[in-house]
Structures are given as structure tokens and as C-alpha cells.
């Protein structure tokens, strides 16, 4: 992820401690630091990594002002007439600097990423890419999890189709025939069940990712922090303290703009009334948009500054079946000698060889690596049998609905007849 990405700017003043005077400018975060950057000069006058600050609270100055201030080491920086406005500012700072934090990137990140090795990044890469499979593992339980429910609501609709057949019958009998009646006492067959059984699968329904977020609902000037909750089914927003501010079911949302790899909105429209529409900023968002592209993926819209990270998002791991476990394999690079499957006896043998080779691989990270690698393999042999189970589900569904198609057009001619 590039450091040097905008993530918002405003219009502000700074406090010039030498020359004892406000300075007008613009407030810029990236994803690692805060700068400030004069009109008139262009001069850089503030530039600190978010791990540096202290502490950052609202004050006010020369007892009229509202700033912002935050405490860099041992320098407190005022900032003023800060637009839209303080709160919307000082929100979207804390946000990212409590992340910056609370995450591995947070105190002594630079230092950390200089000493990290090889085999910790490619640890890392592979991770994801578990990571990753495990979500798109949950979305299809799911969705298949909801084909059998159309299964059994077919079979609910063949069996009362059966049912209405019989009375047509009885009803085209004529009434001297001696067995009509009996055809009235048929059992009928009922599923009482099935409908628990789906209100069953909405309340186990996994969770994919929660992050915190940033929400600013159509204006600029509501922004509060909150929570995001991607689920199989779609996402909610609530409030800090767990309130549910809007839930989006799947075939509610029309579009997602990802303005950038931290920020998205979500949007649903309607006829004669405003679209619901919620703008979300979070420092956790990268971990996020590609779970919501794999989900909503003809729905996604990438705006200019989020079009090389929809690149860089699309990994391998998201293409199904033994192409997941293809890409994993390839992430080893010159770890693993290419063209030899790791699941093969020759294959691990000259994975040993040549982990051993790598001059930044260690032993325990060459076992680390191969473990990860043997849950890849798993997930996607798991991952590729549900599509095939899905297809052929898929493929009955087709099958039932044509059948009870031709029923219904059938039964349709015979009741005009009796009528």
C-alpha cells in the first residue's frame, strides 16, 4: 500500500511558533503521517508520523478560536478554522491515528519493516491469502446454504401441484364415478419445518470482517465513528455503542464507490424518494474492499484514485478451484521451485531443498510457510467440490422450475375448460 496516498486534506490555519503568527493552508493525511502545507509558499511546515503523536484534543485559542492540537513528541501543533468543520476533522484524525496504533504499522513500523525478512513477508502474503479463502469459503456455505432452501421450496411447490392435480381430477370427473371422493382424501403433505429452518440459517449467519469506520450519512457535516459488518448476506452499520444504524441486504445495494483504498460509499436508490446513501472512511478499509468486491462485484465502481488499488486487489486466491491453489503455490517466488506441485512427494522434497537454499528463509520459516500452505490446499479442494455441488444444484433448480412451469400452464388450461 502506497504511504504517500491522500486520504483527506482541508483548508486550515497553523500556528507559526517562530514568526508568532497563524499561517493559511492545508491539512493533509496519509495512511502513516500528517502534513501541513502553506498557500502562499508551498513550504511543508509540518511533517510527523501518526506513531509520533501523543495525543490530540480540541482546545481553544486566545479564548474565541476552536483548534484542533496534537502533540507530537514534545511540540503541540494548533490548527484553526478548520473546514467543514472541527469535529469532522478531529474524528477522521483520531480514527487513524488510534488505528496506527493499535495495528502492526503502528509504533516503530519503519523500523519493523526494515527488519523483516523474506520469509516473514512471504508468511505474511500467504496469510492473506488464507485469510481471503476462508471468506470466500463462508460466502459460498452460504449461498449454498440458500439453494438448498429454493430445493426444498420447489419440492414444497411439485408436492402441492401434485395436490391440486388431484382436485383438477376430481372436479373433470364426472358424477356418477364411483371413486371420486376418494381422491379427496389423499394425505396432504405439509413441511412445517422448512420455514424454521430458513429463519435458522439467517441467525447463524457468519460474520466475514468488522472494522471501525468513519460514517458521514448525505452531508459532510453528520460524521460520527461507528462500526462496518460485512456479512454473507450484506453489510450493517452501526453506531459505536452496537446500534444499528442501516442494514443493506444484498439485492438492496445498487453500487459501491470505492473513492479511494480507505474510503467507500454505499448507496440504494428508489423512485420518488431520496436514495439511502452512506459515505465510509476507516483505516481498516483495504482489509475490507476486497471481501465487498468478491461479494458485489458488478456493483463496484472504482473512482480515479482507487484504480490502481482495484489492481493490486484482485489477488489470485479470489479465481475458484485449483486456480486458488495455483496462485498460492506461485506466491513463493524463487522460494519454491516453480512447476513442482507442492502436494506431490518430489514436489515437498524440492521445496526443502530449495527453502533451505533461500539465504533469508529460515527452518522454522520454511515450516511455517508449508503449513500454510497445506491449509491453502485444503480450503481450495473444499472450495472447488461446493462449486461443483452448487453447479449441480444449480442445474436441478433449472430443471424443477421448467417442470412446474409446464404444470402451472397445464393446470391453467385444464381449469379454463371447467370454467
Known amino acids: 500500500m502506497n504511504k504517500d496516498i491522500r486520504i483527506h486534506s482541508w483548508p486550515c490555519s497553523y500556528y507559526l511558533d517562530t514568526s508568532k503568527q497563524w499561517v493559511s493552508g492545508r491539512l493533509l493525511l496519509t495512511p502513516v503521517a500528517i502534513k501541513f502545507t502553506a498557500d ?3 513550504e511543508v511546515l509540518v511533517n510527523f508520523h501518526l506513531s509520533s503523536i501523543s495525543e490530540i484534543k480540541k482546545e481553544t485559542s486566545n479564548l474565541i478560536f476552536s483548534s484542533l492540537t496534537i ?14 468543520s472541527r469535529n469532522v476533522v478531529f474524528n477522521i484524525l483520531e480514527h487513524f491515528w488510534r488505528e496506527q ?15 523483516s525478512t523474506k520469509g516473514k513477508e512471504l508468511t505474511g502474503l500467504l496469510t492473506g491469502s488464507q485469510k481471503r479463502l476462508e471468506d470466500t469459503a463462508k460466502v459460498l456455505h452460504y449461498q449454498g446454504e440458500q439453494f438448498d432452501n429454493i430445493m426444498k421450496g420447489l419440492n414444497k411447490i411439485e408436492g402441492d401441484m401434485d395436490v391440486a392435480d388431484r382436485l383438477l381430477t376430481e372436479l373433470e370427473s364426472p358424477s356418477w364415478w364411483p371413486f371420486s371422493s376418494k381422491l379427496w382424501k389423499a394425505p396432504l403433505e405439509t413441511k412445517p419445518k422448512e420455514t ?3 429463519s435458522d440459517s439467517k441467525n447463524q449467519e457468519g460474520i466475514l470482517i468488522r472494522i471501525p469506520v468513519i460514517i458521514t450519512h448525505r452531508t459532510d457535516s453528520n460524521v460520527k465513528p461507528g462500526k462496518l459488518t460485512l456479512l454473507a448476506s450484506g453489510l450493517e452499520i452501526t453506531d459505536c455503542n452496537s446500534q444499528v444504524i442501516h442494514r443493506f441486504e444484498s439485492k438492496d445495494v445498487d453500487d459501491i464507490r470505492v473513492h479511494s483504498p480507505y474510503e467507500i460509499s454505499v448507496r440504494q436508490r428508489f423512485i420518488g424518494k431520496p436514495d439511502t446513501s452512506y459515505r465510509l472512511l476507516s483505516a481498516k478499509m483495504p482489509e475490507a474492499i476486497p471481501i465487498l468486491e468478491m461479494q458485489f462485484s458488478k456493483k463496484m465502481q472504482f473512482l480515479e484514485d482507487a484504480l490502481g488499488f482495484a489492481g493490486a486487489s484482485k489477488s489470485p486466491q479470489v479465481d475458484l478451484g485449483t486456480s486458488i491453489w495455483q496462485a498460492a503455490t506461485g506466491l513463493l517466488g524463487g522460494v519454491v521451485q516453480p512447476g513442482s506441485p507442492v502436494g506431490d512427494k518430489e514436489g515437498t522434497d524440492n521445496d526443502q531443498v530449495q527453502l533451505q537454499k533461500h539465504e533469508k528463509i529460515s527452518q522454522e520459516e520454511a515450516n511455517e510457510l508449508r503449513q500454510i500452505l497445506k491449509k491453502l490446499k485444503g480450503l481450495a479442494l473444499e472450495t472447488e467440490a461446493e462449486l461443483e455441488r452448487q453447479d449441480e444444484a444449480l442445474d436441478s433448480i433449472t430443471t424443477s422450475v421448467d417442470r412446474a412451469t409446464l404444470n402451472i400452464d397445464k393446470q391453467n388450461r385444464r381449469i379454463k375448460k371447467l370454467t
Open 71 to 84: 502533540l507530537e513528541k514534545n511540540t503541540k501543533h494548533w490548527f484553526s478554522s478548520l473546514q467543514p
Open 196 to 198: 424454521a429452518a430458513v
Open 40 to 42: 502562499k509558499t508551498g
Open 101 to 115: 496504533l493499535l495495528s502492526s504499522q503502528g509504533a516503530g513500523a519503519e523500523a519493523a519493516t526494515l527488519q
